[in-house]
């Protein structure tokens, strides 16, 4: 049971509020002006305070900075009749735990209820970490240690006595990037320069100068020598991202590099050498792109010497833990913020989701959860509400009118946050007058 104190001028709020949350079993006191509630507070013991901005006497937001300059402050939701920009950033800026505009709608003033007790509750555990600590000192710390990742630290370590190069496969977001970089610090050239080029993000015509640079008037506008990111690199690394994207005449203009290490710039005469170590990245098939001509096979074979499969989240769920724990340290130290609790569910649910985007879509999902989180804590609710959000394909659609993909939305979107309504209609975007007509209109309920 807990102890919810009501602050409010108007004696019809404070019976109807004081009959709503006694029947769900809290013991309520009521406070009709401020001075009375302060008294109320210095005899102590209350988890939440529901409190009205504008009182007879003091100003609700004076109230709300005094409860907070004590010690274990009970959470506070403000209400307010005013739809005022000003207050409502000053309130949370003061650390309120929500802020409700009246009408009061019962159901989303019991559900911030809900939600800060459970924030209490979660408060008082010890901290799932996520301190401004560790990877600070280590930048670029790739975190695992499911079986795949110890299996790639091995090969990034068998890496560093030579200068092989080294092709890097993974879906989108699962850390190819990183592990390229990993490669390079590892190495016995650690110093040289570590060169990116982004196949995909260079227009044909720039590509090959770009790669291997051009001699000064070698094309209309190459006014200046200019030397490329080969040369660039020295005895470092040139990272090849997308190499899938990498246009076939200069696919084979790079095989020619790999077999003599020997280049010309665009218009150039001299053959220029370069022992940089190639590494490059795809989240491409380039075994199917090589057998429908697209991707130079030479050159495949030549890259895939050395292969490291980046393995989606989904295959070594085990590092989520770890890694969740690794991204709100980060998120932390970025933000300012000091989120370092999780509820009790939040790991295992990050743990069953799919995570098509993988390490960089858990990475946004917790700064969302950051942002969201009031106080210290990161709360299961917040979590489904993310994760709906970004999940929004709905599933076994027959046909896919307009309706249709509403109506099955709309259930898939109740479904997953368990009919919670006020819940639903945020995720949705929609008030909760909207969400419960189309209800109506589809017929929609609980499933058995
Ligand atoms: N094992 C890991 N430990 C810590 N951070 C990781 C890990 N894997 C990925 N990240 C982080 O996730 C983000 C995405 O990683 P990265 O850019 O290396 O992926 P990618 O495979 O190159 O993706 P894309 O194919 O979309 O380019 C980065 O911020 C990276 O630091
Ligand atoms: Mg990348």
């Known amino acids: 049971m807990s102890k919810i104190l009501i602050v409010d001028d108007e004696p019809s709020i404070l019976e109807s509020l004081e009959m709503f949350f006694s029947e769900k079993g809290h013991l309520v006191s009521l406070a009709g002006d401020g001075r009375t509630a302060l008294g109320q507070l210095d005899s102590g013991g209350q988890d939440i305070v529901v409190l009205d901005v504008r009182l007879p006497d003091i100003n609700g937001l004076d109230i709300l900075a005094r409860i907070q300059n004590r010690t274990a402050p009970p959470k506070v939701i403000m209400i307010t009749a005013y739809q005022d920009m ?16 009246k009408p009061l709608d019962a159901e989303e003033l019991e559900q911030s209820v809900d939600k800060a007790l459970q924030v209490l509750a979660v408060d008082s555990q010890t901290p799932f970490t996520g301190e401004p600590a560790g990877d600070g000192l280590h930048p670029g710390v790739i975190v695992g240690q499911s079986r795949p990742m110890l299996e790639i630290f091995k090969i990034i370590g068998l890496l560093c006595q030579n200068q092989a190069s080294v092709l890097i496969q993974g879906e989108t977001g699962t850390g190819k990037e990183l592990i390229a970089r990993s490669i390079h610090r590892n190495s ?57 994207e990498l246009p076939l005449a200069l696919q084979g203009k790079l095989l020619g590099f790999l077999e003599r290490r020997e280049y010309y710039r665009v218009g150039g005469r001299v053959p220029l050498a370069s022992h940089c170590r190639i590494i490059a990245a795809t989240n491409r098939d ?100 993310i994760l709906a959000l970004n999940h929004a394909a709905p599933e076994g659609l027959n ?14 979107t109740l479904e997953r946050l368990g009919w919670n309504r006020t819940r639903a209609s945020r995720a949705l975007g929609i008030s909760m007058p909207t969400l419960r007509s189309k209800i109506r209109k589809y017929q929609l309920a609980p499933a058995e």
């Not at 409502?88 to 003061?94: G, N, P, W």
């Not at 015509?205 to 080969?230: C, D, Y």
């Not at 046909?399 to 898939?412: A, C, D, K, T, W």
Request: proline share 3%; charged share 30%.
């Open 188 to 244: 016995l050239f650690a110093d040289e320069p570590f060169v990116t080029l982004d196949c995909s993000a260079v227009v044909e015509n720039l590509m090959e100068s770009e790669l291997f640079g051009h001699e000064k008037g070698a094309f209309t506008g190459a006014v200046q020598a200019k030397p490329g990111r080969i040369e660039l690199a020295g005895r470092g690394t040139l990272f090849l991202d997308e190499i899938g």
């Open 399 to 412: 046909g896919f009118s307009l309706p249709n993909v509403e109506r099955e939305h709309i259930r898939f």
């Open 86 to 101: 000003h207050t409502t950033i000053e309130a949370m800026k003061r650390g309120a735990f929500d802020y409700i505009h």
């Open 286 to 385: 380039l075994t199917a792109m090589a057998k429908d001509g697209r991707f130079k096979e030479d050159l495949y074979y030549r890259l895939k010497v050395v292969t490291i499969n980046a393995p989606p989240l989904r295959e070594r769920r085990s590092d989520i833990h770890l890694l969740a724990d690794h991204f709100l340290g980060k998120i932390n130290r970025e933000l300012g913020t000091a989120v370092t609790k999780v509820q009790e569910g939040v790991i295992q649910r990050l743990a069953v989701h799919p995570w098509t985007g993988n390490v960089r879509e858990l990475a946004n999902v917790l700064v969302e959860a950051v942002v969201r989180a009031r106080g210290r804590v990161i709360l299961l609710d917040d979590v489904e509400d």
